[in-house]
């Protein structure tokens, strides 16, 4: 968990008790895989100063990722966390397969394709368990707003509408 003072928060006990780990940031949002022990973080300081950190010791050290200075929304990842994706915000959306080794812009990534139709506002991604399926939540210019949705290796728009700014992926 996040906050007050912008630390990161870990448990041992279920919540129980709460230890500060790691304060550098404002932080946007953490994602953590099945077992607890890999986690990511997603901060942002200013417009176009943002990054993630990932820890592999559930949160008692963390490791800033390659994926600095972009103004990060929000992030998920599938259980075992070895695929992370990234919203930028009227940016790329990016994912790693690697653990967070590497990330790469998605291809044909909805990012690029409203960039040069009035832009979006990315509000919420979602990871399916193998990572083949992701959603992606925006609000922008009409024809931009709404879910897309990733499958195989491609992005497409299925709803123009935004009832949520938030979505699950199973």
């Given at each position: 968990t996040t906050r007050p003072n912008n630390y990161i928060y870990v448990s041992n006990n279920y919540g129980k008790t709460f230890d500060q780990k790691h304060q550098l940031h404002t932080y946007r949002d953490v994602v953590m895989a099945n077992d607890g022990q890999i986690q990511y973080a997603l901060w942002s300081?200013?417009?176009?100063?943002?990054?993630?950190?990932?820890s592999t010791d559930a949160g008692a050290t963390w490791n800033n990722l390659s994926i600095q200075n972009q103004n990060w929304?929000?992030?998920?990842?599938?259980?075992?966390?070895?695929?992370?994706?990234?919203?930028?915000?009227e940016t790329a959306i990016m994912s790693s397969i690697d653990g967070g080794a590497t990330f790469t812009t998605d291809t044909n990534s909805p990012a690029a394709i409203i960039a040069?139709?009035?832009?979006?506002?990315?509000?919420?991604?979602?990871?399916?368990d193998d990572?083949?399926?992701?959603?992606?939540?925006?609000?922008?210019?009409?024809?931009n707003s709404g879910i897309?949705?990733?499958?195989?290796?491609?992005w497409d728009q299925i709803s123009d509408t935004h009832k949520s700014h938030m979505i699950e992926c199973s």
């Open positions: 300081n200013t417009i176009n100063a943002g990054g993630a950190a990932k929304v929000r992030m998920a990842m599938n259980p075992t966390g070895n695929l992370v994706s990234i919203l930028g915000n040069a139709n009035g832009g979006v506002n990315w509000r919420d991604i979602a990871v399916s990572g083949s399926i992701r959603y992606a939540v925006g609000i922008g210019a009409s024809t897309w949705k990733y499958s195989a290796n491609q």
